[in-house]
């Protein structure tokens, strides 16, 4: 070593450009080796060194990858790979205040006792290592470096109020994650730096930070260690940590490392906590802006003198205790530990019979423990390796097999970031010289087999604490550009690609995924794009025809399958108004041009579907009472119950029933309606504006289209079947129209002596003969069910001659046999409600009569019975006085009537005929 080698210690706080001078300095010679605390800082430097100078000059060392350019001169290593006798002009070692590190510190207090350059050394670190250096390096010079920025502590603040540019600090990896998740759900996402992460994905998370992809960084403490970041806040979501032995709380200096990160050169930085962390003390916080802190006045120190003549002095060597009072013995490490485990084996001591032996052994025992795994099985795993190198090396096949089994590129984090651990072992095991027989190509398979597993566990750490799509609008917010919004036909909203909602007619529906606060930014940049999407769509709407726009049975609008609007209640039940469903960031223009179009759409609707009733209610020839009828069938929209307006109906003359009818109004036994408006269309639409009218807050649905029957449900609301247009009678409710044609034969069957039900009857229900006995019952007529004997006739074949088969039968060869069956059937009568007192019995209602078509449109009933309009039967067409049989009855005990046939008398005054009607009035009055 030359004696006018100068030995410098460049020591201040950090963000003082202590790494960036060593750099210079270390190319202003013609070689150089420069040692660094991280595997991740060194590649740092490394690719700073091959910008400026070519791969060719420089050369990367360290556990596990080794780089060497064809003429290095220039070698980045970390502090245990650095090659000190190698006689390189400089030399430095970065992070000097390492030595006192409880793990790590042997090295680095080894290399500033022993490792020199030819020409030039420095130490970089902490000034808490000013006494300490003066004290073991005689001759050294220092240099005092200040801070380029200030640091100031900027108090407790929650994860959802950190400032842009801010790294949280866990000391734990379940922290570190934690941290990271309540960041992407909080502010869209976050870069994770740890030291156990491979320098590929610590690169490719780092750039996603520095690239402004995320402005967020959760980190351990690794990134104290000399990485040069944008970091304008540090936040400490715990003080103490974990440090192998025992949970401890971070020394102010420790922490003054790590908050130095912040506010890079000039530019002024903070620190703080959050989440947990209680706050600082005063006196800490003070220590750390004015960077003072108690001196280091012990080093860890590890003998370097070994001794190989068996394994047990080289233990003794190894634990041999310091000569000086700076110096103490530091924990022991896991070398040592390995090499005791493997000590107490006798296979291993039987196999060490030569020094060259224990220095191999001391070699393998120096491979970390990368995996984490129990120090038993660490044992067995360096056993076996020891027993392939005494073999000659560790053989082809079996480290393929070992690898093999890592080379996998699914799974989670938890599971790749185990395979990255596994791969180190392997890649340690192949940068050692001789160990492997084709070196190159295990160091190449070894690191590709790395970079698959760092880019797989960089796509699954930013897959699972990144949210791109927040992170991206975010930072096009940032910079003020113009977000361009694509709503493509399924209606889902993309914003620079990225999917963010739909948008479902005019209401923008968010992907819901999002954190609250994500929320509100996807949701600030999603409606700035969507602006102009608005005017088009809105523009769009307008101009539809009315078939691509419908009604739900609920009293929804529909755009397609998008609901853009709901009906409401208007000044009449036929005018009902429109809400349109419009953001309010469309703004008035587009809300108001939606809710005229859809306005138009439902006016419409109601003008086609209703145009008989609207018709009717427009007809000023319409006077008196046949007005004042017809505004009550308008209010009801089109279907009326007769039972409920008897007198109105019968204060009606003929010419204003004829009136009447001119509109399609029909005067039924039991509703009086307009037929065209009981098809399904307007049925429909008269449900839903009658649940409007009556306030439901469920509208009832429509029966199905075409069913003469449906099920008689008793709680639905009152008046929803004859809106409907059904009448209950019974468990079943039947079809308006049809209950008429049935009262029409009804009325020609009916008679004293009762009547069966027959074909025609069941045809038009489409009944069984069980179920047109409850729908009779319904209507109020009393239902006997009776047997009786059935006869018919079967063909018989007739027997076969004797030899022959028989022959199908036919008509002429087949023999007749009686069967005797027993067939039900039911005799129905009419079965009248009590009779009121004279006094309470008020006017005798009118009975029903045929229209000009011929069936008859309905009875008012009379003793309970329907029958026919008398003052109306003479219209239907045939010749006055040809009208149904008279009925003559007596009462039985129950008080109800039976009814027995009789031919019809001649002379008998004909009923059906008005003019006879008229004299029997006549008859009655005197």
């Known amino acids: 070593m030359a004696a006018e080698t100068r030995i410098t210690a460049v020591l201040g706080p950090t963000n003082t450009g202590k790494t960036h001078y060593a750099i210079e300095r270390m190319l202003a010679h013609r070689t150089g080796v420069i040692g660094l605390p991280l595997r991740l800082l060194a590649r740092e430097v490394y690719d700073r060194i091959v910008a400026q100078r070519g791969p060719a000059v420089a050369a990367l060392v360290t556990g596990e990858e080794r780089i060497v350019g064809a003429r290095a001169q220039y070698w980045v290593c970390t502090v245990e790979a650095m090659p000190t006798e190698i006689g390189a002009d400089f030399l430095a070692v970065d992070e000097i205040q390492l030595c006192a590190d409880p793990e790590r510190g042997h090295v680095f207090t080894d290399r500033l006792l022993h490792a020199r350059g030819l020409a030039e050394t420095l130490f970089l670190g902490s000034d808490t290592m000013r006494g300490a250096i003066a004290a073991l390096v005689p001759k050294v010079q220092f240099l005092k470096r200040e801070r380029f920025s200030t640091l100031s502590y900027a108090g407790s603040k929650k994860i959802s109020r950190m400032p842009a540019r801010s790294a949280v600090v866990g000391f734990s990896v379940e922290n570190v994650y934690a941290m990271a998740e309540l960041i992407r ?11 156990a992460l491979s320098p590929r994905t610590r690169n490719a998370q780092v750039a996603m930070y520095q690239n402004g992809d995320v402005d967020y960084l959760v980190a351990t403490d690794a990134i104290g260690m000399g990485l040069n970041l944008d970091i304008n806040h540090v936040a400490f979501s715990a003080t103490a940590k974990f440090d192998g032995w025992r949970m401890r709380h971070l020394f102010p200096h420790e922490l003054a490392q790590i908050a130095g990160r912040a506010g890079r050169h000039m530019t002024p930085g903070t620190f703080g906590v959050t989440g947990e962390a209680s706050p600082l003390a005063d006196e800490v916080v003070n220590a750390i802006e004015n960077h003072r802190f108690r001196p280091i006045e012990r080093l860890n120190w590890r003998s370097g003198e070994l001794d190989f003549g068996t394994i047990d002095r080289l233990i003794s060597s190894l634990e041999a205790p310091p000569q000086n009072e700076w110096l103490m013995r530091g924990r022991e490490a896991d070398d040592l530990r390995a090499l005791k485990s493997l000590a107490e084996i006798g296979q291993i001591r039987d196999r060490v019979r030569h ?7 001391w070699d393998v025992c120096r491979i970390p423990d990368f995996q984490g795994i129990s120090s038993q099985e660490h044992a067995n795993l360096l056993q076996r390796i020891f027993g392939f190198l005494q073999d000659g090396h560790v053989p ?8 093999r089994r890592i080379d996998k590129t699914e799974g989670d984090i938890d599971s790749l970031s185990k395979r990255l651990a596994y791969i180190r072992t392997w890649t340690y095991v192949a940068q050692r010289s001789g160990w492997v027989a084709d070196e190159s190509h295990w160091r190449d398979e070894t690191r ?6 760092s880019d797989a566990l960089h796509g699954a750490l930013t897959q699972r604490f990144v949210d791109r799509r927040t992170s991206v609008l975010l930072r096009r917010l940032k910079q003020k550009e113009s977000l361009v919004a694509e709503v493509n036909d399924k209606g889902e909203v993309t914003v620079e690609g990225e999917f963010v909602g739909r948008l479902e007619g005019f209401r923008f529906k968010q992907d819901g995924s999002a954190s609250p606060d994500e929320a509100k930014t996807l949701k600030q940049a999603a409606y700035e794009a969507l602006k102009p999407e608005f005017h088009l769509r809105a523009d769009r709407f307008y101009n539809a025809p009315d078939t691509e726009l419908d009604f739900t049975e609920q009293g929804g609008l529909m755009w397609g399958n998008s609901a853009v609007g709901k009906l409401v209640k208007g000044a009449e039940a036929m005018k009902p108004q429109v809400e349109a469903f419009v953001d309010e960031e469309a703004g008035f223009d587009v809300a108001e041009k939606v809710r005229r179009r859809l306005q138009h759409f439902i006016d419409r609707k109601v ?3 209703f145009e008989p009733l609207l018709t009717l209610q427009r007809d000023e020839a319409l006077a008196g009472l046949a007005r004042g009828f017809a505004f009550r069938l308008v209010e009801a929209l089109g279907v009326l119950p007769r039972e409920g307006v008897a007198d109105e109906v019968k204060a009606l003359d003929q010419d204003m029933r004829g009136a009447l009818r001119k509109h399609g109004v029909r005067f039924g036994q039991y509703t009086i309606f307009q037929p065209l408006l009981l098809k399904p269309a307007p049925t429909r639409l008269r449900l839903v504006l009658w649940s409007l009218n009556e306030g439901l807050d469920e509208f009832p649905e429509s029966p199905p289209p075409g069913l003469v029957t449906v099920p008689n449900i008793p709680d639905v609301p009152k008046g929803y079947y004859t809106l409907s247009g059904y009448h209950p009678a019974g468990a079943r409710a039947i079809r308006i129209d049809m209950l008429e044609r049935l009262a029409d034969i009804l009325r020609g069957q009916d008679s004293k002596a009762g009547f069966e039900a027959n074909p025609d009857m069941l045809s038009i229900t489409g009944m069984t003969l069980e179920q047109f006995a409850d729908l009779m019952a ?3 007529y009393k239902g006997e069910k009776g047997e009786r004997e059935k006869v018919r006739s079967e063909p018989v074949a007739a027997p076969a001659e004797e030899g022959q088969s028989a022959n199908p039968i036919t008509e002429e060869e087949a023999a007749l046999q009686t069967v005797t069956e027993t067939e039900v059937f039911y005799t129905f009568t009419w079965a009248p409600r009590p009779r009121a007192p004279r006094g309470e019995r ?20 009379r003793e309970g019975k329907p029958r026919g309009d008398r003052a109306e039967r003479g219209d239907r067409g045939g010749k006055p006085g040809k009208g149904k049989p008279g009925a003559k009855g007596k009462r039985d005990e129950q008080g109800g009537r039976q009814f027995e046939s009789r031919p019809p008398k001649k002379d008998r005054i004909d009923p059906d005929n008005p003019f006879a009607a008229a004299l029997m009035g006549l008859k009655d009055k005197f």
């Open 842 to 861: 008020g006017e005798r209602p009118e009975r029903g009569r045929r229209n000009d078509r011929g069936p008859r449109e309905g009875a008012e009933k």
């Open 355 to 361: 020094p060259r032996d224990l220095r191999l052994l």
């Open 396 to 403: 082809d096949d079996w480290l393929a097999a070992q690898i």
């Open 448 to 453: 590709a087999v790395e970079d698959r597993l």
């Open 607 to 609: 003008a086609t579907l």
């Open 185 to 195: 759900r909080q502010k869209g996402g976050a870069a994770v730096v740890m030291g």
């Open 778 to 780: 319904g209507l109020g």
